[in-house]
């Protein structure tokens, strides 16, 4: 059975930090990507920051030099370690595992979602 646990999230204050974590088990974890999504009220999901399989990270530009993306394989887990929050940063966040098949649909699994709040 696959699953994507999420924990971490809270409400913080202004430039505060959180430190999200998301547990797998029932896939292979090490040959997915994993990335973070979040999404606040009225928006879309919007995706906030990748790890390959290989290590490569990317961010999206609202959170680069503040957010990091790490990954251990042995405990199947991904990290988002989330530094100077903003206001804007308050959303939902989502863990997202997927594998892109060389032939055939991609294999994607997704979290419940842990809830960050930015507020005074």
């Known amino acids: 059975q696959v699953q994507l646990v999420e924990s971490g999230g809270g409400l913080v204050q202004p430039g505060g930090s959180l430190r999200l974590s998301c547990a797998a088990s029932?896939?292979?974890?090490?040959?997915?990507?994993m990335r973070w999504y979040r999404q606040a009220p009225g928006k879309e999901r919007e995706r906030v920051a990748t790890?390959?399989?290989?290590?490569?990270?990317s961010y999206v530009d609202s959170v680069k030099e503040r957010f990091t993306i790490s990954r251990d394989n042995a405990k199947k887990t991904v990290y988002l370690q989330m530094n100077s929050l903003k206001l804007e940063d308050t959303a939902v966040y989502y863990c997202?595992?997927?594998?892109?098949?060389?032939?055939?649909?991609?294999?994607?699994?997704w979290g419940q979602g842990t809830q960050v709040t930015v507020s005074s």
């Open positions: 997202n595992a997927l594998y892109t098949m060389p032939v055939g649909p991609d294999r994607a699994y």
């Open positions: 790890i390959r399989s290989t290590g490569g990270t």
């Open positions: 029932g896939f292979a974890f090490s040959v997915y990507d």
